[in-house]
């Protein structure tokens, strides 16, 4: 039998359809959204009861009769909450900010030194804060993230152990999210490729962070017990030179070797993009079954807003309210 851990999990993965499903079909009537939910019509009630009864979920229109009753519509109230997304990268600040609808309302990008990182972030979100009902802040880090704290961050060790996640949630009131750019990267990439058709994935990228590879196993995106998992920029080598071939290629080898994925996904960036010859030098000599494919990619920042929305989608930050005081309260 289902513990209530895993009941409240099944809940938040319908409830996480349904909100999908309606983005995608606009204003929607119940049978229309049970056709396209892999649950029963009982389900699809409950979930949309619960949406109606916390302001997430407005009635609509009815349709227009085809001979029988005329159907109620549905559609999902576009300032419920609204999701602010953002990316470091490159010493800038690259600011998203969503409707329920996830609807890009407004982006802007900011520069920052290091050592002022932190008040620099929290002054961006405060703007955002004063024009919109945020319930989410989700903040993308191209350093070793576990749990919402900083464990390692060569460029910046002066944030190394602040917990990011839980200052953003005390100050702010709202749900926080705070993850390794490249594991967001690669949830992203599965979720754009169809996860159940990829499961085991490795998303890398040479570029001005410096070498960047996320990795999923069997659907799961690998972290380890301090978020170190993937940090492949710590591989050593005499000639550390990511703009080559050798290197990149020595990384990737090790990768296919550890991960066994099915594809690799590398992302183009400025500094390096010499990909054929870096997969035909890393999987030289490897059994022909090892041999993954391999693809190209300029979805970098997409894949990583894709990771967003995933998470918030299974952690159930698409609900305020009450579970977001109690979350503030624990940290």
């Not at 916390?54 to 009815?62: A, N």
């Not at 050798?246 to 550890?258: E, G, L, Q, S």
């Not at 010859?277 to 993954?292: D, N």
Request: aromatic share 8%.
């Amino acid at each position: 039998m289902a513990n209530q851990k895993e009941l409240e999990q099944i809940r938040i993965r319908n409830f996480a359809c349904l909100l999908r499903v309606m983005r995608a079909l606009g204003p929607c009537s119940l049978s229309q959204v049970t056709e396209r939910m892999n649950v029963g019509l009982t389900t699809v009630k409950k979930c949309m009861e619960e949406g109606l009864g916390c302001g997430m979920i407005l009635p609509g229109e009815t349709a227009e009769s085809t001979g029988g009753r005329k159907a109620q519509q549905f559609l999902l109230n576009a300032s419920y909450q609204y999701e602010l997304m953002i990316l470091v990268d490159n010493n800038n600040l690259l600011c998203r900010v969503y409707d329920f609808n996830r609807h890009c309302l407004e982006k802007s990008q900011t520069r920052f030194e290091m050592p002022s990182f932190w008040q620099c972030l929290c002054g961006e979100i405060t703007s955002y804060v004063a024009r919109y009902r945020v319930g989410v802040i989700s903040l993308s880090m191209p350093c070793v993230i576990k749990d919402g704290r900083v464990t390692d961050w060569y460029y910046n060790p002066a944030m190394q152990g602040f917990d990011i996640g839980q200052e953003l949630q005390k100050r702010f009131g709202a749900h926080a999210i705070v993850q390794n750019d490249m594991k967001l990267a690669v949830r992203g990439a599965a979720a754009r490729l169809g996860e159940k058709s990829v499961p085991n994935l490795v998303a890398a990228q040479f570029g001005h962070n410096g070498v960047g590879v996320g990795e999923m196993v069997n659907g799961q995106v690998l972290e380890g017990a301090a978020g170190f998992a993937g940090e492949v920029g710590h591989t050593q080598d005499r000639r550390k030179n990511i703009m080559g071939v050798a290197y990149p290629a020595k990384i990737i080898r090790n990768v296919i070797i550890c991960i066994n994925p099915e594809r690799i996904v590398f992302y183009r960036s400025e500094r390096q993009n010499h990909f054929p010859q870096i997969f035909e030098e890393a999987v030289k000599g490897l059994p022909a079954a090892a041999v993954p494919q391999y693809a190209v990619s300029d979805d970098y920042e997409e894949d990583i807003l894709t990771g967003m929305f995933c998470l918030v989608d299974q952690n159930g930050y698409f609900k305020k309210g009450e579970i977001a005081n109690e979350q503030i309260a624990q940290g």
